[in-house]
């Protein structure tokens, strides 16, 4: 029996004896200092537990939303938007003009629906600069734990569901108005749009139930999606409807990722997400057919 009259000196780190603490591995239930904790889904974690990758409740999702490793796709997705970026410039705007998601002629031209997630604003490098960053943040993680082939699924995925959202407002306008379309941008007005904006949000959008997942606090990254979907309403130049239309698909996927992910359940995986990709390529044909003379046929 403790003596409750002796004082005690108090544990220290089992990597730093030299600091007093009264911090412990929630796994392992060693002392460790500040400097050595990990923050888990719950407590916090050691240098070795998190190098064993025994996070709470052992989830391999957990160790692979915080890996970095297996990011080729990531890369080379970055490599060709620079690359794409110098072609805009060295071709004096004619890729842009080829490649741009512009809803006039996207219904002869669908490739459009895609390439233009691959090209940014020749007028400011902060365009790309954001996308890159945004990508490099959020792609290496997510390609960890969902690998290469899904990764650039859900990559591909939600660039068509940005394009798609370009195209619904696009929709409504024609609808509202069609006899006075314009295509000059503007809050409720369609524009032609171009960027990796939209494929960036379906990335966040399927990060969040991810990361709902492991019981990570998901705050922070809410703030940044809100500040980000404000400043497309408030701010002139930027497509806010290929922001929510990427966002959207990117969530949903995000969602099917998360329901599927024994192997026994790969199939339905296959079939969530090819119904998702499918059914926004349903909206684009029927956005043309319903008005065909306005998406250039």
Do not use: K
């Given at each position: 029996?403790?003596?409750?009259?002796?004082?005690?000196?108090?544990?220290?780190?089992?990597?730093?004896?030299?600091?007093?603490?009264?911090?412990?591995?929630?796994?392992?239930?060693?002392?460790?200092?500040?400097?050595?904790?990990?923050?888990?889904?719950?407590?916090?974690?050691?240098?070795?537990?998190?190098?064993?990758?025994?996070?709470?409740?052992?989830?391999?999702?957990?160790?692979?939303?915080?890996?970095?490793?297996?990011?080729?796709?990531?890369?080379?997705?970055?490599?060709?938007?620079?690359?794409?970026?110098?072609?805009?410039?060295?071709?004096?705007?004619?890729?842009?003009?080829?490649?741009?998601?512009?809803?006039?002629?996207?219904?002869?031209?669908?490739?459009?629906?895609?390439?233009?997630?691959?090209?940014?604003?020749?007028?400011?490098?902060?365009?790309?600069?954001?996308?890159?960053?945004?990508?490099?943040?959020?792609?290496?993680?997510?390609?960890?734990?969902?690998?290469?082939?899904?990764?650039?699924?859900?990559?591909?995925?939600?660039?068509?569901?940005?394009?798609?959202?370009?195209?619904?407002?696009y929709a409504l306008a024609i609808a509202t108005d069609g006899a006075s379309i314009e295509v000059t941008g503007g809050f409720l007005q369609p524009s032609s749009a171009l960027g990796a904006s939209g494929a960036i949000?379906?990335?966040?959008?399927?990060?969040?139930?991810?990361?709902?997942?492991?019981?990570?606090?998901?705050?922070?990254?809410?703030?940044?999606?809100?500040?980000?979907?404000?400043?497309?309403?408030?701010?002139?130049?930027?497509?806010?409807?290929?922001?929510?239309?990427?966002?959207?698909?990117?969530?949903?996927?995000?969602?099917?990722?998360?329901?599927?992910?024994?192997?026994?359940?790969?199939?339905?995986?296959?079939?969530?997400?090819?119904?998702?990709?499918?059914?926004?390529?349903?909206?684009?044909?029927?956005?043309?057919?319903?008005?065909?003379?306005?998406?250039?046929?």
């Open positions: 029996m403790t003596d409750s009259s002796a004082v005690e000196a108090p544990p220290t780190c089992y990597r730093h004896p030299d600091r007093a603490t009264y911090i412990s591995c929630q796994r392992c239930g060693r002392p460790i200092c500040p400097e050595c904790s990990t923050q888990a889904a719950v407590g916090v974690h050691c240098p070795e537990c998190v190098r064993e990758g025994r996070p709470a409740g052992g989830s391999g999702l957990a160790r692979a939303l915080t890996s970095r490793r297996s990011a080729a796709v990531t890369y080379t997705l970055m490599g060709l938007i620079v690359v794409a970026y110098a072609v805009q410039w060295l071709s004096g705007g004619a890729l842009t003009s080829a490649w741009v998601l512009n809803p006039t002629v996207v219904g002869a031209e669908p490739w459009r629906l895609f390439t233009s997630a691959f090209l940014h604003s020749p007028g400011t490098i902060i365009h790309i600069l954001f996308n890159l960053y945004a990508l490099w943040a959020f792609g290496p993680a997510l390609e960890s734990f969902l690998g290469r082939v899904r990764f650039l699924a859900l990559y591909l995925t939600a660039a068509l569901g940005g394009s798609v959202g370009v195209l619904a407002l949000f379906g990335l966040m959008g399927a990060y969040l139930p991810l990361r709902r997942a492991i019981g990570v606090n998901v705050i922070q990254l809410l703030i940044v999606l809100g500040v980000n979907v404000l400043l497309g309403f408030i701010a002139s130049g930027i497509a806010w409807e290929a922001h929510l239309g990427g966002l959207l698909a990117g969530a949903a996927i995000g969602w099917v990722f998360l329901r599927t992910r024994r192997t026994s359940q790969r199939r339905a995986q296959i079939l969530g997400v090819a119904g998702i990709a499918v059914g926004l390529l349903v909206v684009f044909v029927l956005f043309v057919v319903s008005a065909p003379a306005y998406y250039g046929l």
